[in-house]
C-alpha cells in the first residue's frame, strides 16, 4: 500500500481533471488517514496533497451551479457521493475547505434531484444508466431531504419546493407537474457541452415522460466500445431529439463546447421559457425555445425551432419515440397511445414543406429507432423524421396531454388503415367490391373541410352501398388538410396523392377509364384536380370551390398559409390557379357532373367560372346540377343521392347522368315511391318497370315525386326523363332495383 502511495502522489502518473484522477486521489487520501505514527511526515504530506488536488479537481468538474461536467446525471451523482466523503474529512479535520464543501454539496444536491423522474430514476440522457436510485446508497450524500423525497417517490425525506430547475451555465432546464407522483409529467431539455467525458450528440435534445412512460426519449448508451455500430449510433445525434444536418451526425465531441448555450427568457412556478443554441455545424445555427406552462393544472409545451444557414441544406428534426407506446403519423404531427388510450399528440408548423416519416428497427446503411435499457441490449424503437430543405426554417411545435390538436379517428388499433410511403406518406383505406364486376371500378374518394385536427374520410356509407371498390384517402396535413395538393406550394403531397392512385389501380388491375373521383366542398375540388390529372373515367363532386385562395382566405387562412406558403394577394391568386392549371396540362377531362345549390354561392364564384374558363379554353365543361332551395351547408345530404344515383350509373357501364333520387317502398301497401331532386326548370316523366316488363308511366310534368299503388310482389325499378322546360332534348336514367316481398 505504500508502495502504491509513492506512485499515486508522482504527477507523472496523476490522471489530471477527471473522475479517474479523484479516485487516484481518494485512494490517496485514505492512505494517509490509515498510514502508521511511523509514517507521520509522508502522512501529512500526502493529506495535503490529496485533498489540494481534490479541491482543485471538483472545482474545475463542478459548474457554478453546481453541476458535474461529464453530461451524464449518475456521474453526477457517483462524484456528489465522493464529494461528501471529502467533505466528512475536512470536517473531522477541521480543513478550511470545509465551507466549500458545504455549498457545494447544496448545489449538487438540487441538481441531483430535479433530474430524478418520478420514477426514480435518471432518464436516459448521455452515458446515464437507469437504476433506481433509492437502494444505491446515495441518500446519505445529501442532508436536506429533498434528495430522498425524489429517490423514493415521496415514501421518505421532505418535498421540495420548487417544481422547475433553470440552470443557464449548465445547460439544463427541468419540469415536473407534481412531487412524489409517479405519473406526473417530468421534461428535461439539455443545451450542455460541460466537458467532452461521456458527451453525446444530445445538443438541444428535449426528453418527455408522463403517466409512468417515456414519451419522448433518448436511446441510452450501449457501451464504450466506440467501434460498435450500436455504440456509433447511441452517441450520435439520430439516437437524440435534435436536429440532423445533411444526414450526418454532428461528432460525439469537438472544439466547440462555447457554441452550445442557454438563456433564460422567463420563469415561472409552473414552468419556463428558455432558449438553447447549437452552433457546432459547419455553416447552420440551431436555436430551440421551449416553453412550459400549465393550463388548468395541465401541462402544455411549446417549442420553435430557428434554424439559420446561408447555403441549402437537408433537415430532420428527430423525435424517439418511447419503447411502450404506440404511434399513429398524420402529414405534420402524430398522435401517441399507451393501454389504447391518447396520452399526447405534437403538431408542427413550419415556414417550409415538411414530410413526416416512422422509422423502427434499421440496422442498414446505419442503425436508427432503438432503444437501449441495459449496456449491451438493443430493443427496436420508433422514431420519426420531421424533414426539410432549404437554407433557412422555423418549425414550431405543439405537445398537449389535453385538449388536443387531433381528433382521435383512428388509433393502434383502427382496422382497415394503412400508410402509403410516397414522397410524402398517405393514411389511407381500400375496401374492394363485392363482386367482380364491382372490383372492376374503383371511387377514389376526397373528404371535404372539418374542424382543425378533425381528420377523416366522407360519404363511406354511401359508397359502401354500391358494388364498387373505394379508395378513402386522409387529407390530414397542416392543421386542417391541404386541398390534397401542397404544403407552402411545394406539390408532394398532390404527386404522392398521384402515385397512390396508380399503385392503387395497378394492384387491382383497374384501368384508369375505370376510375371516378368523389367529393362534396375541399373533397370536390380535389376530385377535379385529381381527376383530371390523371385521368379518371369520370368525376362526380359537389359544391367545389375551383378558386381556392379566395375561398380559404376569409374563413380559413390557415389553409392559405399552409398551402401557399403565406396570405398575400400574390398567394391567394396561385391557389386561384389550380384547378385551371391542372386542366390546361391534362390529356383530356373526364365527363364530369356537378351538384350544386342556386343558393349557394359556389355556383357563381365557382361553378360557373369553371364552365366559362373550361371553355374558353376549348376543353370540355362539366354538367352542372343547380338545385334550388340547396345552400352549402345542405350540400351532403343531396350529395349522397346524387353520388350514390351516379356510381350506380356508372357501374352499370351506361353511365348515364342521374339526379339524385331516394326509392322506397311499403310492403303492405303495395307501394313504391319516387323523390327525385331536379333543377327546377326541368320537366320529368316516369316509367315503372317490373322485371322487364313495363307497368305503368306517368308523363311530364313538374312534379318530382311519384308513387305507384296497389303493386303485386316482386321486382321494380323506374325509368326517369328529364327535359328543359318548354323544349329540348331529354335525357334518362334508370333507378336501382326495389322489392316487394
Known amino acids: 500500500m505504500c508502495e502504491t502511495a509513492e506512485i499515486l502522489a508522482q504527477e507523472s502518473f496523476h490522471s489530471t481533471g477527471n473522475n479517474h484522477g479523484m479516485f487516484q486521489d481518494l485512494a490517496l487520501l485514505y492512505w494517509s488517514i490509515m498510514a502508521t505514527d511511523e509514517q507521520e511526515k509522508r502522512r501529512l504530506s500526502y493529506f495535503h496533497l490529496s485533498m489540494k488536488r481534490l479541491k482543485t479537481y471538483f472545482e474545475s468538474c463542478f459548474t457554478v451551479d453546481g453541476v458535474h461536467v461529464e453530461n451524464s446525471p449518475t456521474y453526477h451523482l457517483m462524484v456528489s457521493r465522493q464529494l461528501g466523503n471529502v467533505r466528512k474529512i475536512a470536517v473531522a479535520a477541521a480543513h478550511a475547505d470545509v465551507v466549500y464543501y458545504d455549498k457545494l454539496i447544496l448545489n449538487a444536491e438540487r441538481y441531483a434531484t430535479h433530474a430524478l423522474m418520478p420514477s426514480g430514476t435518471y432518464p436516459p440522457v448521455s452515458d446515464t444508466q437507469q437504476n433506481r436510485i433509492a437502494t ?44 412524489g407522483d409517479p405519473d406526473a409529467t417530468f421534461a428535461f431539455f439539455s443545451a450542455a457541452y460541460n466537458a467532452d467525458y461521456h458527451k453525446h450528440s444530445d445538443d438541444l435534445s428535449f426528453f418527455l415522460r408522463s403517466k409512468g412512460v417515456d414519451l419522448l426519449s433518448e436511446s441510452g448508451p450501449y457501451s464504450y466500445d466506440y467501434k460498435d455500430p450500436f455504440s456509433r449510433y447511441a452517441y450520435s445525434q439520430f439516437a437524440h431529439n435534435s436536429l440532423v444536418v445533411d444526414d450526418i451526425s454532428l461528432p460525439r465531441t ?52 430557428e434554424i439559420l444557414s446561408e447555403n441549402e441544406h437537408t433537415y430532420q428534426l428527430l423525435w424517439n419515440i418511447g419503447v411502450d407506446v404506440s404511434v399513429v403519423l398524420h402529414g405534420q404531427g402524430f398522435e401517441l397511445f399507451h393501454g389504447g388510450k391518447k396520452v399526447m399528440d405534437l403538431l408542427i408548423e413550419a415556414d417550409v414543406p415538411t414530410s413526416l416519416s416512422l422509422h423502427e428497427g434499421v440496422k442498414k446503411p446505419r442503425p436508427l429507432g432503438w432503444r437501449f435499457p441495459k449496456f449491451g441490449e438493443a430493443v427496436p424503437a420508433k422514431v420519426i423524421a420531421v424533414s426539410f430543405n432549404g437554407q433557412s426554417a422555423c418549425v414550431k411545435t405543439r405537445i398537449r396531454f389535453g385538449e388536443f390538436s387531433y381528433s382521435s379517428r383512428l388509433s393502434p388499433d383502427s382496422s382497415g388503415w394503412s400508410r402509403f410511403l410516397g414522397e410524402v406518406p398517405l393514411n389511407y383505406q381500400f375496401r374492394p367490391g363485392s363482386s367482380a364486376r364491382g372490383r372492376e371500378y374503383l371511387a377514389v374518394v376526397f373528404s371535404a373541410i372539418n374542424e382543425p385536427g378533425d381528420f377523416t374520410y366522407n360519404y363511406k356509407a354511401t359508397v359502401d352501398e354500391v358494388d364498387i371498390s373505394a379508395l378513402y384517402i386522409l387529407d390530414d396535413f397542416g392543421d386542417q388538410g391541404a386541398y390534397y395538393h401542397s404544403d407552402h406550394r411545394s406539390e408532394a403531397i398532390f404527386r404522392s396523392v398521384q402515385a397512390l392512385i396508380d399503385w392503387i389501380a395497378r394492384k387491382h388491375n383497374v384501368p384508369p377509364d375505370k376510375l371516378v373521383a368523389v367529393g362534396s ?35 380559413h387562412p390557415n389553409i392559405l398559409q399552409f398551402m401557399a406558403g403565406g396570405t398575400s394577394e400574390q398567394d391567394i391568386e396561385h391557389l386561384d390557379g389550380i384547378v385551371q392549371r391542372v386542366a390546361l396540362s391534362a390529356d383530356r377531362i373526364p365527363p364530369t357532373s356537378i351538384l350544386v345549390g342556386q343558393n349557394d354561392h359556389h355556383l357563381r364564384h365557382h361553378v360557373e367560372p369553371l364552365v366559362a374558363e373550361l371553355t374558353a379554353m376549348g376543353l370540355p365543361a362539366p354538367s352542372v346540377t343547380a338545385l334550388s332551395d340547396l345552400s352549402h351547408a345542405d350540400i351532403g345530404s343531396v350529395y349522397r343521392l346524387f353520388l350514390a344515383a351516379n356510381l350506380e350509373q356508372f357501374v352499370s357501364g351506361k353511365n348515364e347522368e342521374a339526379l339524385p333520387y331516394r326509392l322506397t317502398s311499403t310492403e303492405d301497401s303495395g307501394i313504391v315511391r319516387l323523390k327525385v331532386h331536379a333543377p327546377s326548370d326541368v320537366q320529368l316523366a316516369f316509367k315503372l318497370f317490373r322485371d322487364g316488363d313495363l307497368l305503368a308511366r306517368r308523363g311530364y310534368s313538374d312534379r318530382q315525386v311519384v308513387l305507384f299503388r296497389d303493386l303485386a310482389p316482386g321486382r ?26
Not at 419556463?272 to 401541462?299: C, K, L, S
Not at 381527376?531 to 367545389?544: E, K, N, S, T
Not at 321494380?716 to 316481398?741: D, K, N, Q, S
Open 254 to 305: 469537438d472544439q466547440r463546447a462555447e457554441t452550445v448555450l442557454l438563456r433564460t427568457l422567463e420563469e415561472r412556478p409552473d414552468g419556463f421559457t428558455v432558449e438553447g443554441t447549437n452552433g457546432r455545424y459547419d455553416d447552420v445555427v440551431h436555436r430551440r425555445i421551449v416553453d412550459v406552462r400549465e393550463q388548468a393544472g395541465v401541462p402544455e409545451f411549446d417549442l420553435t425551432d
Open 136 to 179: 444505491s446508497g446515495a441518500n446519505t450524500v445529501f442532508q436536506s431531504g429533498d434528495f430522498e423525497y425524489a429517490s423514493t417517490r415521496g415514501n421518505r425525506g421532505s418535498c421540495p419546493v420548487e417544481r422547475t430547475l433553470v440552470l443557464p451555465d449548465s445547460g439544463y432546464a427541468i419540469y415536473r407537474s407534481a412531487w
Open 521 to 555: 366542398s375541399k373533397g370536390g375540388t380535389a376530385a377535379l384536380i385529381h381527376g383530371m390529372a390523371f385521368p379518371f373515367g369520370r368525376i362526380i363532386v359537389g359544391a367545389p370551390q375551383t378558386h381556392i385562395g379566395s375561398f380559404v382566405a376569409g374563413p
Open 716 to 741: 321494380y325499378r323506374i325509368r326517369v326523363y328529364e327535359r328543359p322546360a318548354g323544349e329540348g332534348e331529354p335525357t334518362a336514367f334508370t333507378t336501382h332495383w326495389i322489392a316487394l316481398e
